[in-house]
């Protein structure tokens, strides 16, 4: 998508409600239920922020994943936002979001601006309630992964995830062995599942629904 549409886009949504947890379910695994059903007691959830980050490559919008490094935790090897837990002198999520995101690729809440919050997401296996939020860099980034949590980064163009073709149901091997089926997007051998392609659903539903008004 060319950048000047892709901002335009979000220019017209800026004023309208969010495609929300019905956008997000569309990438939900298998037998996920709604986040009302979870019953959550509130006091007892972790919080983090992240940040949905789009950069302008030769005039086409570009959204920034990571693949996490290997360690002995749940979502270890996934790709995933930029971002993390939000920690106790942090103000509020975006701070958590953008503050993570400069430890963890080296990019400065300066060289971006903030559109706003996505949906909040509950990822059930860590016990984490994330705080999405998109922003947009006029230019590419130069970015550096910091060695101990990121293995790769990667940019995929937004246009990829709006193709009709772009969701599949994979097989799912999770951490402690058992095996699901879930819908997710392949892009360039990254299988992208749970939480992030959850978050990217409902930016890919918001995308979808004002592109059809340029």
Known sequence: MEFSKFKKVLEQAQSKSLPGEEAQKLLAPMGR???ADL???????????????FENVDDEA????????????????????PGGSLEAEDPNFQFTAQ???????????DEYSIWGELSPLYIP????????FLAWADGPLKMIP????????????LDRFLAEDAISIRPIK???GFKIKSPAFMMDGLLIWGATAMMISEIRQLFLREKVSL
């Open 39 to 53: 019953n959550l007691d509130l006091s007892k959830v972790r919080q983090a922020g992240v940040l949905a980050l």
């Open 174 to 176: 999770m951490s402690n």
């Open 99 to 109: 503050r993570e995101t400069l430890e963890e690729i080296g990019v400065s809440p």
């Open 125 to 132: 296996p860590s016990n984490f309630m994330v705080h999405p």
């Open 146 to 157: 910091e060695e101990k949590e990121v293995a790769a980064i990667h940019r995929i163009a």
């Open 33 to 35: 239920g709604s986040l």
């Open 62 to 81: 570009q959204l920034i994943l990571t693949s996490r490094t290997e360690y002995p935790g749940t979502h270890s090897g996934q790709v995933s936002f």
